[in-house]
């Protein structure tokens, strides 16, 4: 028996580093190469992550509810096991660091490749948490509305700093989309607005000038 209680409490905590990690990973994860992958490519896990990016409210809250189930009952499966006090000491320290912090640290390193391919899984837990997760978005959804706090959908959510600009333009130089002559263009036009003028432009006492009867033979002695 308490074998058994054991197993499901090490099950639980698989379960949590995955919600846990893939929460990350799906906030951090390289959208643009997503929705790539989803059109050019015709992958099908890449297609269906890609409308969860459109109306992430769902998504975000099956993974925290997921979380929060097996959190629940691996730690009352633990309880039966060792008695509460052990199992707070165990526990905690374990959902802490196996559940929590190393999940989250391994898919910051690759959100992009783990989210994909860790999709078949998801899409399992979201169709069983189907009945829990729908009314919970629901409910929040409509009470942000409430709230006026609408969130936005698409690019939008996405493309909310220069870094976000910064780091789009250079995924699409990496992957040839954009041409180096471009790359650097767009990185210029980022630039401008914090550069002061003194800096790209000449004072006027230093500007080089011939009046409009200057010949060719004087304009190339004075360039």
Known sequence: MIAYLLLIFLVCLIMSAFFSGYETGFVTANVFRIRHNAEKKQENSAARLTKHYDNPNRLITMLLIGNNLVLVIGTSALTR??????????????????????????????????????????????????????????????????????????????????????????????????????????????????????????????????PETATRHELTEMF
């Open 81 to 210: 096991a060792v008695g509460p006090v052990l199992a707070s000491l165990i526990a905690t320290p374990l959902f802490l660091l196996f559940g929590e912090i190393m999940p989250k640290s391994i898919f910051r390193f690759f959100p992009t490749r783990l989210v994909l391919s860790l999709y078949p899984l998801l899409r399992f837990f979201e169709i069983a948490l189907a009945p829990i997760t729908i009314p919970v978005a629901w409910i929040s959804q409509h009470f942000l509305n409430l709230l006026n706090r609408k969130e936005g959908n698409g690019l939008g959510m996405l493309l909310t700093s220069l870094d976000d600009i910064r780091y789009l333009v250079d995924e699409s130089h990496d992957q040839g989309t954009l041409d180096p002559e471009e790359h650097e263009m767009i990185h210029s036009v980022i630039d401008l607005q914090t550069q002061c003028a003194k800096e790209i432009m000449v004072p006027r006492i230093q500007i080089l000038a011939l």
